[in-house]
C-alpha cells in the first residue's frame, strides 16, 4: 500500500516533468529567440543613420548571430537596400526573392512586425534563381529559421524596415538529451521509492502491525499483554504507551467487575441468609415468633433494599443523567443533625460524635445528596474507627468563600498506595470482604459522584493507625 502511494506520487512528479518539458520548452525557446531578434534591431535603428553603420551591422551579426538585411521605404515600398549583414551561408534572406521580401514588408506593415519559420526541407529546395542555382540550406534537416520583419524609425526620423534571420536549433535534440536525464531520473526515484517504501514499511508499518495485533489480544481478554515497541517515531512510542496505559485500566475494570460481583453477592447473601434463617425458625419452632426475630427479618430486608438502591443511584451517575434538586440550607444543623442520629443509634456501642461548627453555614446545594455525602463518611468513619470509636465532624468557611467538611477518625486509616484508589467503584482496602457495621459498601464512589456533580473540591488525608480525615468543599454559590 505505502509503495503504491509512492509510486503514484512518482509517476505525478514525472509527468509533471515530461509535460513542462514539451510544453514549455519550446515556448521559452522561441520567447528568447524573439526577444534577441528585436533587441538586434532596436540596435540596428539607432545605428543606422550613421556613417559605419554597415561595419556596425557586421558587428550586430556576429553578437546575435542572425542575418540582417535592413531597406529603406519609399511610398511604394521598399525601398533599396541599407545595410547587410551575415547573410549569407545558410540564411534564409539571401535565398527570399524581391516578391517574398515585399510580401513579408506587407505583411510586417499591417501590425509593425512578422515572424515567420522556413524548414530547410519544404521552403527551400534547390532553385534556379536569376540564372545561379541556389544551393539548398545546409543545416540540418529538422532545424528551422525564423525570420523577423520589424519596421522601426531611426534616430533621424527615417522609416526602415529591418529583416532579421536566426537558426532556430530544434528543441528536440535538447529535449532528447533531457528525456535521457529524466529517464535517468525516474529510475533513481522509482529505486529511491522502493527504498523509501522498504524503510517505512521496517519502521513503521511492522510496529503498528504488530500493535493491532496485539490489540487484537487486548480485545480477547488478554490484558497481560505488552505494546512496548522499540521505535524512533515518537508517535509509535506514545500509541504503544497508550495502548499499554489502556490495557492496564483495562484489567484494573476487569479486576474491579469481578470483585464487584463478589462483594455484591456476599452483600446479597448474608442479609438473605439472615432473613431465610429467621424465617424459617419462625416457622418451624414454636415460640420463635417473637418481634426482636421479625425484626431482625425487616433489618435485613432493609439493607438489601439500600444495597439495590445504592447500585441503582450509582449507576445512574455513572450513566451522566443524575441532575441536582439545588435549595439553599445551613450545613451546620445538617452536620448537628447526623452526628446527633448516629449518636443514638450506636448508643449502646461506646462510639462518640463530636461537632465543631459555626452558628451557621448557609449553603446552596441539593440538601438530600449532601445528606448522604456526610452520612457516607460518617458510616466510614465508624466502619472503620476500630477501638478509639470517637469520630468528629467539623464545618467552616473558608477564606474564598467555600464551605469544608471534615469527617475524622482515629481508626485503622489507609495505607498510602491505596488513598488513591478507595474512590474507585467498589475498591476495598481489604480484599478481604468484611460486611459493614452500617451501610452497603458502595459509598464512597456516590459520595465522588455527588460531589463532582457539585463541582466540590474532595480528597482524604490517612495515616495507617491514626486514623483519616475526610473532607469535601462545596463552593460557595451553585
Ligand atoms: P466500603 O466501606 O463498603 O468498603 P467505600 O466505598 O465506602 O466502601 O470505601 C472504600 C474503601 O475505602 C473501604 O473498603 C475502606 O478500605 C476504605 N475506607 C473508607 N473510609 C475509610 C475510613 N474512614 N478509614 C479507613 N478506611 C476507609
Not at 39 to 50: E, V
Not at 153 to 158: A, K, Q
Not at 214 to 220: N, T, Y
Not at 296 to 307: H, N, T, Y
Amino acid at each position: 500500500m505505502l509503495f503504491a502511494y509512492l509510486a503514484v506520487f512518482c509517476g505525478v512528479i514525472l509527468l509533471l516533468i515530461w509535460s513542462s518539458q514539451s510544453l514549455l520548452l519550446n515556448r521559452i525557446y522561441s520567447r528568447i529567440m524573439l526577444s534577441r531578434m528585436d533587441a538586434a534591431a532596436g540596435d540596428l535603428a539607432t545605428i543606422c543613420d550613421s556613417e559605419r553603420a554597415q561595419r556596425g551591422a557586421e558587428v550586430i551579426a556576429v553578437n546575435y548571430q542572425v542575418g540582417i538585411a535592413v531597406f529603406d521605404l519609399t511610398d511604394t515600398g521598399l525601398g533599396s537596400r541599407l545595410l547587410w549583414a551575415g547573410g549569407e551561408g545558410g540564411s534564409v534572406l539571401s535565398r527570399l526573392t524581391n516578391a517574398e521580401y515585399a510580401e513579408l514588408y506587407a505583411a510586417a506593415s499591417v501590425s509593425g512586425s512578422v515572424t515567420r519559420t522556413y524548414s530547410d526541407r519544404f521552403d527551400f529546395a534547390p532553385s534556379e534563381v536569376g540564372g545561379t542555382l541556389r544551393p539548398p540550406l545546409s543545416i540540418t534537416a529538422d532545424a528551422h529559421r525564423i525570420v523577423r520583419v520589424r519596421l522601426m524609425e531611426t534616430p533621424s526620423g527615417n522609416q526602415i524596415v529591418v529583416f532579421l534571420d536566426a537558426a532556430m536549433m530544434p528543441v528536440g535534440s535538447a529535449a532528447g538529451a533531457l528525456q535521457v536525464e529524466i529517464l535517468l531520473l525516474s529510475i533513481v526515484l522509482v529505486v529511491g521509492a522502493l527504498c523509501l517504501a522498504y524503510v517505512m514499511s521496517r519502521r513503521v508499518v511492522a510496529p503498528i502491525t504488530r500493535l493491532t495485533e496485539k490489540a487484537g489480544r487486548l480485545a480477547g481478554g488478554h490484558y497481560d499483554v505488552s505494546f512496548a515497541e522499540e521505535s524512533s517515531y515518537r508517535e509509535i512510542g506514545e500509541l504503544s504507551a497508550t495502548l499499554d496505559y489502556a490495557a492496564g485500566e483495562l484489567s484494573k475494570v476487569d479486576g474491579l467487575q469481578k470483585e464487584l460481583i463478589a462483594n455484591i453477592s456476599h452483600d446479597l447473601r448474608t442479609p438473605l441468609t439472615m432473613i431465610i434463617g429467621y424465617g424459617e425458625i419462625m416457622r418451624d419452632i414454636e415460640g420463635e415468633n417473637k418481634p426482636e426475630n421479625v425484626q431482625v427479618i425487616i433489618d435485613e430486608a432493609k439493607r438489601l433494599s439500600g444495597l439495590v438502591n445504592d447500585i441503582l443511584q450509582l449507576s445512574r451517575y455513572q450513566a451522566g443523567c443524575e441532575t441536582l434538586d439545588i435549595s439553599s440550607f445551613n450545613l451546620a444543623e445538617e452536620l448537628q443533625h447526623t452526628a446527633a442520629s448516629y449518636g443514638q443509634m450506636l448508643e449502646g456501642r461506646g462510639f462518640h460524635f463530636f461537632v465543631q461548627v459555626p452558628g451557621a453555614l448557609p449553603v446552596t446545594a441539593d440538601r438530600l445528596r449532601v445528606q448522604q455525602v456526610i452520612n457516607n463518611l460518617v458510616s466510614n468513619a465508624v466502619n472503620y474507627a476500630g477501638d478509639s470509636r470517637e469520630i468528629m465532624l467539623i464545618g467552616k468557611q473558608l477564606a474564598d468563600g467555600y464551605l469544608r467538611v471534615e469527617v475524622v477518625d482515629h481508626g485503622e486509616g489507609i495505607p498510602p498506595d491505596k488513598l488513591a484508589d478507595i474512590w474507585q467503584r467498589y475498591y476495598k482496602v481489604d480484599a478481604q470482604h468484611k460486611r459493614s457495621v452500617i451501610g452497603s459498601g458502595l459509598g464512597l464512589s456516590i459520595v465522588r459522584g455527588i460531589l463532582e456533580l457539585h463541582h466540590a473540591r474532595y480528597g482524604v488525608e490517612s495515616r495507617l493507625g491514626e486514623g483519616s480525615r475526610f473532607w469535601f468543599e462545596l463552593p460557595p454559590k451553585q
